[in-house]
């Protein structure tokens, strides 16, 4: 996948950035979970620029140190005499030359540098800290636990807190450009082979391109593709989960695998795992970026009224599919893992399609809110409320695969049982009762 989709806010931040930092040292932190296509943006980014791109490898600092300095001198024309060993070392001596030229530097996968040198972070921070106000360096790093990056940066008691002048955080491509890459690889495509791409990839960039260089361009054929014996998506799951939460991630998976099934309240899966999963919850939410609590739309924040959410479509997927049937493919019964998938993918996508619409919505409209509601008996659900303070109005949808399903009655009643409890919040507003299915994908 040759061609660049997107990221055109991200390009625009970051062309802002490399203007700044030409007068001033500039630091960004880049976020974003593994395959986003964070790597690919920095790379577009730098072109033809003065720049240098860094990369983490998991070796000794010395090692490090070693293919670091070639890269410094292949790129910027750095040539340090002497072997440089300690990663401090090599610092400094790259922010000196930036007191004298001006260059973009990326160090990719930096939350890897903690576990070659546990230093190396407050050491750093001296560096930056007595260099930063001469120097015209446009730094940026970025890495793909998020547990880790947010850690380092976001944590008062890190040395590196505090010494960001900017952060981006990736996100996925939204319904619209996901929309535009199946176009340009099958023209012809179907509702039910956007809706397969969704479902896999949520908008994840490297999932996108797997599938797409690979011909796998039709719903059929992603299912085939996902399924074969070299599939990256029958381990990447689990792989970007222990990266992030270690090797006690077993309650932590039979969670998500609840919540996979539909089972997203917390006192439903207090049942099933047999303790209070309080803490694995919030860990998974607020620490490691996974799941999100959802409350109807104007609920009060002190509310307990919420239900847990997978946030990520693939690992979704992930959870559902691969990691529930685990026995299969260490059999090696792919087909049949495939014939599972086929069957029931039908009643499983559709909280995907509702996922799919939210991001749609919010991609197109102008809106203050937008989520789902329920009353407090867990009745009367409406698939997505959208809402506009400013100019008060309140869209309501409802969601279904077939249009031929969809009950505007039963909308309209739910509705009206809305607006009465919802009272004071929307008085004034002026609402809509829409449709949707796959037809307006």
Same mark, same amino acid.
């Given at each position: ?11 625009? !931040? ?13 630091? %960004? ?41 070639? !890269? ?12 440089? %060993? ?13 007191? #004298? ?10 939350? &890897? ?11 750093? #921070?001296?560096?930056?800290? *007595? ?16 547990? /880790? ?5 976001? &944590? ?9 002048? !900017? ?37 994840? *960039? ?30 990447? $799951? ?7 939460? $270690? ?18 309240? #917390?006192? @439903?899966?207090?049942?099933?795992? #047999?303790?209070?999963?309080? *803490?694995?919850?919030?860990?998974? !939410? ?63 996508? $559709?909280?995907?399609? @509702? ?7 919010? @991609? ?26 400013? @100019? ?24 009206? =049982? ?13 609402? =809509?009762?829409?449709?949707?299915? /796959?037809?307006? /994908?």
């Amino acid at each position: 996948m040759s061609k660049f989709y997107d990221r055109k806010d991200e390009l625009k !931040a970051l062309e802002q950035i490399e203007t700044n930092s030409m007068k001033t040292a500039n630091f %960004t932190v880049m976020t974003g979970r593994r395959r986003i296509g964070k790597t690919a943006l920095l790379k577009k980014f730098i072109g033809n620029k003065k720049s240098c791109y860094l990369f983490t490898s998991r070796s000794s600092e010395p090692i490090l140190c070693e293919q670091w300095q070639k !890269a410094l001198s292949d790129s910027l024309g750095l040539n340090i005499f002497g072997k440089i %060993t300690k990663l401090a070392d090599l610092f400094e001596q790259i922010m000196n030359y930036s007191k #004298q030229e001006h260059f973009i530097l990326v160090i990719d996968e930096f939350q &890897d540098l903690q576990s070659i040198n546990s230093s190396f972070f407050s050491q750093m #921070q001296n560096i930056w800290d *007595a260099a930063k106000d001469q120097s015209k360096i446009n730094l940026i790093v970025c890495g793909s636990v998020y547990s /880790m990056m947010i850690k380092i940066f976001e &944590d008062s008691k890190e040395p590196l807190f505090g010494r960001s002048t !900017a952060k981006i955080n990736l996100k996925p491509f939204t319904p619209s450009v996901c929309k535009k890459i199946l176009s340009d690889f099958n023209p012809s495509y179907t509702s039910e082979d956007l809706l397969c791409l969704y479902m896999l990839s949520g908008g994840v *960039a490297k999932y996108i391109f797997l599938l797409m260089e690979s011909g796998s361009v039709t719903k059929e054929k992603m299912i085939d593709y996902v399924t074969g014996i070299t599939s990256p998506f029958l381990i990447d $799951g689990k792989d970007i989960l222990v990266s992030e939460i $270690g090797k006690d991630y077993g309650v932590y998976f039979s969670i998500l695998a609840l919540i996979s099934r539909g089972l997203t309240a #917390q006192n @439903e899966i207090d049942s099933v795992i #047999q303790k209070n999963t309080g *803490a694995y919850l919030t860990n998974l !939410a607020e620490k490691f970026n996974v799941i999100k609590p959802i409350k109807p739309v104007f609920s009060k924040s002190e509310s307990r009224n919420a239900r847990w959410q997978i946030t990520d479509c693939y690992l979704r997927f992930y959870f559902r599919f691969i990691n529930a049937n685990q026995s299969l493919i260490e059999l090696g019964q792919l087909d049949l893992l495939k014939k599972i998938i086929l069957r029931d993918c039908e009643t499983f996508t $559709g909280k995907t399609l @509702e996922q799919y619409f939210t991001a749609k919505i919010n @991609e197109e409209k102008e809106l203050t809110r937008i989520g789902g509601w329920w009353d407090r008996k867990g009745e009367n659900e409406i698939d997505i409320i959208a809402v506009n303070e400013l @100019e008060k109005t309140c869209d309501v949808y409802e969601v279904k695969r077939q249009a031929k399903k969809l009950d505007m009655d039963l909308l309209e009643k739910k509705t009206e =049982n809305f607006k009465a409890i919802a009272k004071s919040e929307v008085s004034g507003f002026t609402f =809509n009762i829409v449709g949707l299915s /796959m037809e307006d /994908m």
